[in-house]
């Protein structure tokens, strides 16, 4: 079964600072996405990238990077200089391929509570 | 990005009641619908896949009588909490896919369910 590891519950930085959230993945599948979403206190989910188990080139988003390594079953996040806007959950998550009309369940794991203090 | 509507936003019900919240893909057509439940400061929990113009396939646990869903077209999936109870009170949140297998998943804002 598929299961997605945040080992860290809360991160609390000051502006400016860089920080790296990580994820830990476990799936028997080789074919596989890997998905990072923000959830601001209004609740909503703000997609922020997918990445599938074929490609582990990393990639940078403006402030945003992201480092997949298979070898170690991990898609870490990171946020450089960081802002009070970037305050929020985050979640990572892992999704199969699924049999149900090409549908595909996201795995979701604990989720940070990033702070970014002024 | 696609925009999925979901609705209310908000909710408060007396315990016993009957509640209806909406998802609705309003610029792209979901042929999958998923619902999920969180609790506070707690990750998301899959309930539901809801495939237009079929029965919802529940997770294990999820109480498919007590959690109605209804994707009855391309654009609209209810989820029905019936005869609700305190401890159903939660954050549900619905997602919307556009068939293809590597397509992601767009998100509803969120319904937040109060039973008092």
């Known amino acids: 079964a598929q299961k997605v590891t945040q080992a860290q519950t809360e991160i609390s930085v000051v502006e400016k600072e860089d920080v790296t959230l990580d994820c830990v993945y476990e799936?028997?599948?080789?074919?596989?996405?890997l998905f990072w979403y923000k959830q601001p206190p209004s609740g909503e989910l703000v997609f922020l990238i997918r990445?599938?188990?074929?490609?582990?080139q990393n990639e940078i988003s403006g402030r945003y990077s992201w480092n997949f390594q298979k070898s170690t079953s991990s898609f870490n996040f990171t946020i450089t200089a960081s802002q009070v806007v970037d305050s929020a959950v985050y979640f990572c998550?892992?999704?199969?391929?699924?049999?149900?009309?090409?549908?595909?369940?996201?795995?979701f794991g604990q989720g940070t509570r990033l702070t970014i203090n002024p | 990005g696609a925009v999925v509507s979901q609705h209310p936003s908000r909710v408060i019900c007396k315990s016993g009641t009957s509640v209806k919240i909406e998802c609705r893909s309003l610029?792209?057509?979901?042929?999958?619908m998923f619902w999920y439940r969180q609790f506070p400061k707690q990750s998301l929990m899959l309930m539901a896949t809801?495939?237009?113009?079929?029965?919802?396939?529940?997770e294990q646990g999820v109480e498919k009588d007590k959690f109605l869903i209804n994707h009855a077209s391309l654009t609209l999936s209810t989820l029905t909490v019936t005869s609700a109870h305190p401890e159903d009170s939660s954050f549900y949140i619905c997602?919307?896919?556009?068939?293809?297998?590597?397509?992601?998943?767009?998100f509803g804002q969120g319904t937040r369910l109060t039973v008092v």
């Open positions: 997602s919307a896919k556009q068939g293809a297998m590597n397509t992601e998943a767009f």
């Open positions: 799936t028997r599948d080789t074919t596989y996405y």
């Open positions: 990445r599938n188990s074929f490609d582990e």
């Open positions: 998550a892992l999704s199969e391929r699924e049999v149900i009309q090409g549908a595909q369940k996201l795995v």
């Open positions: 610029d792209f057509q979901a042929t999958t």
């Open positions: 809801s495939n237009e113009g079929s029965k919802a396939t529940y």
